[in-house]
Nanobody, 126 residues
Framework: QVHLVESGGGLVQAGGSLRLSCAAS????????MGWFRQAPGKERESVAA????????YYTDSVKGRFAISRDIAKNTVYLQMNSLKPEDTAVYYC???????????????????WGQGTQVTVSS
């Protein structure tokens, strides 16, 4: 049974930073694309960032480019999302996701993940 467990969410002021972590267990994740989605109140869940199994390819949605950075530690089965220059509109529940694929583009739609984490709340105050 695959489990994805997020941590690192919290309350931060606008302009601040947070780093989210997602620890994966119950499988071999070397050939999985890992990524982050978010869902704000009253809005649809959206893809934020994704990273290939090797870490060599990444994807970011336009609204976070230049502010967020995704990375992974294959040995630790952990993926990270470093979030800088946070804005109130980044407030959402952030979900870790995984899909068995070699293509980053395969994890950019809500229906694509094979596995989801339980989510972690990120709140950015103005």
């Amino acid at each position: 049974q695959v489990h994805l467990v997020e941590s690192g969410g919290g309350l931060v002021q606008a302009g601040g930073s947070l780093r989210l972590s997602c620890a994966a267990s119950g499988g071999t994740f070397s050939y999985y694309v890992m990524g982050w989605f978010r869902q704000a109140p009253g809005k649809e869940r959206e893809s934020v960032a994704a990273i290939s199994w090797s870490g060599g390819n990444t994807y970011y949605t336009d609204s976070v480019k230049g502010r967020f950075a995704i990375s992974r530690d294959i040995a630790k089965n952990t993926v990270y999302l470093q979030m800088n220059s946070l804005k109130p509109e980044d407030t959402a529940v952030y979900y870790c996701a995984a899909k068995r694929s070699v293509y980053v583009s395969s994890l950019t739609t809500v229906g694509s993940p094979d596995y989801w984490g339980q989510g972690t709340q990120v709140t950015v105050s103005s």
